[in-house]
């Protein structure tokens, strides 16, 4: 099991959800292909004069409900199983928060570290300049994800509209989400997944009866993702007690200063090092003593081999694809609750929405106005993969994958297929 590619865990869980909902079996062949695959290679002159040459994927699983949708990433383990995993995560994401969406993804197999920002420039824009119309406003919208961020978005945005006559350009600035706030991006988007991680725990919470107040958690990747869910739950008056990244594990039982945390992250590049907590292995790390675990990094973090060292109540999944088909199975044995990616990551993708519509309308709203309609999505989604366990009584991931799957098909059903 353990050998599946990202794509074919993706795919053994669609299955399942589609066996426990019975899905029209017709329906189930569409859906459990991408539509569209792009590789595009593409040469960039590297700062020292010498051209190197790049892969780029961008992967479209569907669009039946709206403009394909979904972030890119820079990282070297991006590969075309990868993304397309991660397309249908958009897909099934986009469903279950109520967007007018499908599902895409994309990236490029690369180490952004090994590179200087003009060389990531440079990489970036020839990447949008490849893609070509593949992407488009209202047709396929990239947003950040692993290593990519407001500038890289700028930079897709700028290039785009380089390509487009004079007067559509305007009209065009939501070809890409997440942008700088300056550039047409919208307030809230920079903390959005975390912000919607914690109002899936926060709806957790009330449902169960636990108060945030007391609560101890640790969290699994200190990027945009896992420092803003951190720095957010903590003004609910929960304790971080441990964090990891790619250069170490921290902990300390007396709990530790997100913010502060965050400042050192970002002047040292990880967290080792930080004084203020004791190294720990990735073992000790696993094994907190604490409530919730957020995994906010890459994916199958949780496997047969560490799911048995967590001891928390609650495993929200920051990251897309953390724990594999074994992970699940012993964490659901252990009674270990799950917020599934899906549903638990959302925000982002959800406040991505947001800044598409006040771009295609010309409109500016205010944080509290993005943070409440994000809540609410958050809330209403949580709910609906909620109800759907019950009535089918099955875990919080197939119930999820049903959420959006039961979407889906009726609208594949009203529709019909062409000719
Ligand atoms: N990359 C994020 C995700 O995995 C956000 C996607 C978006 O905003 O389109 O959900």
Known sequence: MSKLNLFDMVTARY?????????????QKILGRPMNEIIVNFPVVMDDGKIQIFTGYRVQHNNVLGPFKGGLRYHPQVNIDEVRALAAWMTWKCAIVDLPYG???????IDPKQYSLKELEHITRRFTYALGDS????????????????????WILDTYLSTVPPQERLRSIHVVTGKPVEAGGSLGRNKATGQGIVF??????????????????????FGNVGSWAARILCQHGSKLLAAQDHT??????DGIDPEDLQKYVEANGGVKGYKKATEVSHEQFLGTEADIFIPAALESQITKKTAPLIKAKLVAEGANGPTDIEGDEVLFSKGIEII????????????????????KRSEFWDLDDVDHKLKRRMVDAYDRVDEIAKKFNTDSRTASYIVALQKLEFVYKKRGIFP
């Open 135 to 154: 992407i488009g406003p209202d047709y396929d919208i990239p947003a950040p994800d692993v290593n990519t961020n407001p500038q890289i978005m700028a």
């Open 340 to 359: 599934p990616d899906v549903l638990c990551n959302a925000g982002g993708v959800c406040v991505s929405y947001f800044e598409w519509l006040q771009n």
């Open 15 to 27: 299955e399942k959800a589609a066996k426990v909902m019975n899905l029209d079996v017709e329906i």
């Open 200 to 221: 899936t725990i926060e709806r957790w919470a009330q449902k169960k009866n636990f108060d945030l107040k007391k609560a101890t958690f640790f969290v699994q990747g």
């Open 248 to 253: 170490g594990s921290i902990y300390n039982k």
């Open 103 to 109: 599902g895409a993804k994309g990236g490029i197999q």
